[in-house]
């Protein structure tokens, strides 16, 4: 919903697959929970969506409450607007980050020396994600550091919400995984993952000037 109120989502079917390909037992082969059907058979190309609805509405209930459905459609009246907001933001962020001699590396695709930089501006020629990450020369300790420095920030593991969030992977979403799992993730031990949000840019840049300071 663009406010970390609300999660939803659809799934879009046209109905032109062919599931009977030989990559989708599940909905080919008899479905011993449900009577024995074969999906295909019975909803033909619609065999993905009818097994969807019929299973997993069931078993998990994933209908989404009225509520959150009218939260939701609150939040797209202004995604348009909120969009502008957050790529302007972040690309901010990321060149005062690029610039700053604490940091060791940006990954953010607009910025000239990205490997992606070409092709972000062929293929989102208005800018990208608000979400990104970005590592510091004193490792994982500093980083750990600057997480809990920022007051403006918010330390959460969503992403996409109205407000700012900033949290270190290694040592929260991420740490159950081993040394080379982590590796294997393309997550660092000094990698700390931004989501900007909607405050004034003057605002953000102050918070992490702050933030750098206590290092």
């Not at 109120?5 to 989708?24: E, V, Y």
């Not at 299973?55 to 509520?67: N, V």
């Not at 918010?154 to 929260?172: E, R």
């Not at 040394?179 to 003057?202: C, F």
Request: proline share 4%.
């Amino acid at each position: 919903g663009g406010h970390g109120a609300a999660l939803g989502g659809a799934i879009i079917d046209s109905g032109n697959f062919d599931w009977t390909n030989g990559k989708f037992p599940k909905l080919v082969d008899p479905d011993h929970s449900y009577h024995g059907i074969s999906w295909v058979e019975a909803a033909g190309n619609a065999a993905y969506i009818t097994r969807a609805r019929t299973i997993l509405l069931r078993d998990t209930g994933a209908a989404i409450s009225p509520f959150n459905s009218w939260v939701l459609l609150l939040g797209i009246e202004t995604l348009s607007l909120r969009m502008e907001r957050h790529v302007e933001n972040a690309q901010q962020v990321a060149e005062f980050l690029a610039k700053h001699s604490e940091v060791s590396w940006v990954h953010f695709p607009t910025l000239p020396d990205s490997p992606y930089f070409e092709r972000a501006q062929e293929y989102f020629p208005k800018g990208t994600s608000s979400v990104f990450s970005f590592g510091l020369k004193g490792g994982a300790e500093a980083s750990k550091t600057f997480c809990g420095a920022t007051n403006l920030f918010s330390l959460l593991a969503n992403v996409g919400d109205a407000k700012s969030l900033i949290i270190h992977p290694a040592s929260t979403t991420h740490s159950q995984l081993s040394v080379e799992e982590l590796a294997a993730a393309k997550i660092r031990p000094e990698t700390i993952r931004l989501s900007i949000g909607l405050e004034n840019i003057d605002d953000l840049l102050e918070d992490l000037t702050q933030a750098f300071q206590q290092l």
